[in-house]
């Protein structure tokens, strides 16, 4: 059989000369380079004290969006559901009821709605496939936990906080993001 | 000998074809199938005098006959033109008739909501597809879109009148298929409107067949109202002993719940068998039906998306290699999950679910 690139090369095993066999050297030159990184700049940092900021493109846990009067944008259509690689996303619909307009926007809602966060893989197809402005990947991380059930996520972990009534919930939740665009 | 039937030679799209007399332009591409088939919103095989009103199967005869070989002036309907010896149709051959179906399109989605994110019909909506086909990216329209005073068709029909094509479909199938007819079109131009005048439901039999009919989401099942999406559930073929129809009906299932039934239709979109009211709004268990198997959906359908039809599952082994022992359940979904409660059973709901059906549940858990 032929070879399948030209980048194999024959390894020559000569054996040591008396310089080579001593080590010391070679250790010496290793702890040297160790050394000197002390005195270089840190890539990293003190993580919860420090934060660095998050990208334009982070996708973190899962936002159901409200309007500026703060009701629920969400239909229930289940688009997301069915744009879901790992099928993380279900729900349930109901329809709302007079005296109901304040908090559902259209005559449809999401009674239930969950995304397991087990099986999310966080890529973002179910932003993408909302028509109606509903569901944001926000920048969050997924808390880690001991157990699975608490990765359950319903809709009182989802939705975003009320933009009148818990204004300064509803700005963190929105995160830096638009913000960030808007300053470049 | 008899004498023998005429048969008419037609090409449509540069595909010949022998068809009898008396047949439309539009049978006789659905005869060759494939893409030279208009599409048609309106017309209804099954519906004597269906046709001619939306316009979306407009076609060009290039030759009108091998006697007067002339073309036709105008762009004709052709699901109400007949075709005559040596005629010569183009379809999708004809930029002419794709322009103008675009604009025809352009017009039925004028005043159409748009709120497919809603709608019961989305995911099996001809109009849907029509408009994907052949319809815009946005809309030219900058006016209100016609509204309608709500009106109440009874427990079983739910009737969205903004969303309605005025195809007369469900006109027809009250006077052809069920034994009266209460309903109609009221009022004229933009005006126009299916109702009853007076405040009244439609309950006679086999009206619910309107709603298999209907080419676009203005008459939908009220007992299925937004309990759940159609591509969500599993069509499956069933059959009953029925006093008064065939009982040969799909199922559309949510594991063993049974949260809507419809007739079965062909590659058209068309019924096959006219269903009596009894079966399709009162069955909704399992046990009264004999399932078949499950319903051939066309892979270019969203309702597709289930594998149902195909679906083998590999064979538990877990327990073959482990002496018999069960695999360990290390959650169960329902303890934790409020979607898919067991104890709610959607299917025997009758009108669209509320908030009070998922709040129960919550204390009860």
Redesign the interface.
Known sequence: MGQLTNRSRTLEQKPLTFWESLYLPAIFKGMAITFGHMFKKKPTINYPEQKRPFSPVFRGLHVLNRDEEGRENC?????C??ACPAEAI??????R?PG?ENLYR???YA????I?MLRCIFCGLCEEAC??DAIYLSETFAPSDFT??GF?Y?KENLLIPHPIKDKENYEVAKGQREQQIKNK | MAEEIKKLKVTIDNITIDVPQGTTILQAARMIGGEVVPPAMCYYTKLQGSGGKCRTCLVEVSKGSEADPRPMPKLVASCRTGVMDGMEVKNITSPKVLDARNGVVEFLLLNHPLDCPVCDQAGECHLQDLGYEHGKEATRYEFKRRTFEKHDLGPYIQLHMTRCILCYRCVYTADQVSNKRVHGILSRGDHAEIATYIEKSLDNDFIGNVIDVCPVGALTDKTFRFKNRVWFTKPVNAHRACKCCSGKVTLWQRGEEVLRVTARKDQWGEVEEWICNECRFEKKKTSDWVIEGPTHVSRHSVISQGHYEKLSKPAETFSKVHDERKPKLLMDIHSVSEVNDPSIDLSVIKGPATGKVFEQTKKHS
């Open positions: 239909t229930a259509c289940g688009l559901a069915v279900t729900m349930e619909a109901a329809e009821q109901e259209e005559e449809k009674a239930k709605y969950e397991n028509p109606k699975r059930k359950i319903g």
